[in-house]
């Protein structure tokens, strides 16, 4: 499959703007642009301390219990068919939140899948353009910059987990590309503490 870059108005970079906002499943929403069934691959799932793990403001938010080790869950968000990357995605589960007992966490699904019978919100956190290295581990792959955000998927007031999402350009231009080479983060206006 050759990646076609999403567009709504013959804009590619507002599908960057949308996802920099959106409140509700990634997967769903860049399934349906597609028009093609996303599942996510698991590259890695193992437990580890969570200071390691989660951003300091993030870490004292989430405040997992079970002696502070969280599940850290590095995968790709894909083309079912045809296994073309859509995005690089870290996911940050807290082991102690009561929902965590009914995850099946050893399957190919999407988090957003899993937890899509669970009430729940999500709180932006990060948004912006990053440098990100494309077709990893090939010695000849390419940095380019990237859109990608971060936020907290919050369940009764305490959050299931944290997760790190970076779009593929030519799937996802990034919003702007007047930020030049380097990098651009724009921390949204999230309370953390509570």
């Known amino acids: 499959m050759t990646p076609t870059p999403l567009t709504f108005s013959s804009d590619p970079g507002r599908v960057a703007d949308v996802l920099g906002s ?22 890695l799932q193992a437990r580890r301390p ?7 403001a993030v870490l004292s938010r989430m ?3 079970a002696d502070d080790i969280v599940i ?27 929902l965590m ?3 099946d966490l050893g399957t190919d699904i999407p988090i957003g899948y899993l937890l899509s019978e669970v009430e729940q919100r999500r709180e932006l956190l990060q948004r912006g353009v990053r440098r990100w290295s494309w077709g990893m581990p ?16 919050v369940n009764g007031g305490r959050p299931i987990c944290y997760i790190e999402e970076v779009f593929h350009p030519d799937i996802v231009a990034p919003a702007s590309q007047t930020y030049g080479p380097g990098e651009h983060d724009e921390r949204l206006p999230v309370a953390v503490a509570g």
């Open 22 to 43: 959106l409140d509700g499943s990634t997967t769903r929403f860049l399934s349906a642009l597609l028009d093609e069934p996303l599942k996510a691959k698991v590259m």
């Open 50 to 56: 969570a200071a390691g793990a989660l951003p300091t």
């Open 63 to 65: 405040r997992p219990a």
């Open 72 to 98: 850290v869950r590095r995968s790709q968000l894909v083309v079912a068919d045809t296994g073309a990357v859509i995005s690089e995605n870290k996911v940050v589960l807290d082991i102690g939140h009561p």
């Open 101 to 103: 007992a009914d995850l």
């Open 138 to 153: 090939d010695p000849f792959s390419t940095t380019r910059p990237s859109a990608w955000r971060s936020y907290l998927i």
